[in-house]
């Protein structure tokens, strides 16, 4: 078993900041790739950002710029800085990760309960 606990959504004003955090613990051996998707009202779940246990990233076009992904490998924890916030960036936003139970195990996908992230003024 798998536990996940994403923190850090709220709401901020246009232009504001806010970071998202997702610890993963339990049974893993290894996680390789980490992301972030988010769900805004009426629309389908998309891809915001992805970081490979090597570092490597990769950002949706609508956030390049604006939002950071990172890793913290011994802590089994992918963080989003999300800068220069914007309307259409109301989501709910969740984290996933793939990972292996054993070394000989296949990848699994994890996933967080998800944040809400409302940007309003």
């Known amino acids: 078993q798998v536990q996940v606990v994403e923190s850090g959504g709220g709401l901020v004003q246009p232009g504001g900041s806010l970071r998202l955090s997702c610890a993963a613990s339990g049974s893993i051996f290894s996680i390789s790739a980490m992301g972030w998707y988010r769900q805004r009202p009426g629309k389908q779940r998309e891809l915001v950002a992805t970081i490979t246990s090597g570092g490597s990233t990769n950002y949706a076009d609508s956030v390049k710029g604006r939002f950071t992904i990172s890793r913290d490998n011994a802590k089994n924890t992918v963080y989003l800085q999300m800068n220069s916030l914007k309307p259409e960036d109301t989501a709910v936003y969740y984290c996933?990760?793939?990972?292996?139970?054993?070394?000989?195990?296949?990848?699994?996908?994890?996933w967080g309960q998800g944040t809400q992230v409302t940007v309003s003024s």
């Open positions: 996933n990760g793939k990972y292996r139970r054993a070394s000989n195990s296949l990848l699994t996908d994890y």
